[in-house]
Nanobody, 114 residues
Framework: QVQLVESGGGLVQAGGSLRLSCAASGTIFSTRTMSWYRQAPGKQRDLVARILSGGTTTYADSVKDRFIISRNNARSTVYLQMNSLKPEDTAVYYC????????WGQGTQVTVSS
């Protein structure tokens, strides 16, 4: 059974930084596409960043040049480095693993104060 566990969320002032982590188990991590999504209150869950097994990355326009997604296959972990945070980045952030079906972590809250 695939399990994803996120960590690293918290409260930060605008302009600050956070790094989210997502540790995967129950799968051959190195072959999987990994993504970060976020969902703010009253809004849909949207893709933030994605990294393929070969390392190719994509980002939502709203976070380009501020966020960096990376992975450490030896640790079966994907990261999201978030810099220059804005209040509109406030959301629950979810880790996603794409296999035959999609798997989701429990979510971690990120709150950016102004």
């Amino acid at each position: 059974q695939v399990q994803l566990v996120e960590s690293g969320g918290g409260l930060v002032q605008a302009g600050g930084s956070l790094r989210l982590s997502c540790a995967a188990s129950g799968t051959i991590f190195s072959t999987r596409t990994m993504s970060w999504y976020r969902q703010a209150p009253g809004k849909q869950r949207d893709l933030v960043a994605r990294i393929l097994s070969g390392g190719t990355t994509t980002y939502a326009d709203s976070v380009k040049d501020r966020f960096i997604i990376s992975r450490n296959n030896a640790r079966s972990t994907v990261y999201l480095q978030m810099n220059s945070l804005k209040p509109e980045d406030t959301a629950v952030y979810y880790c996603n693993l794409r296999a035959v079906t999609n798997y989701w972590g429990q979510g971690t809250q990120v709150t950016v104060s102004s």
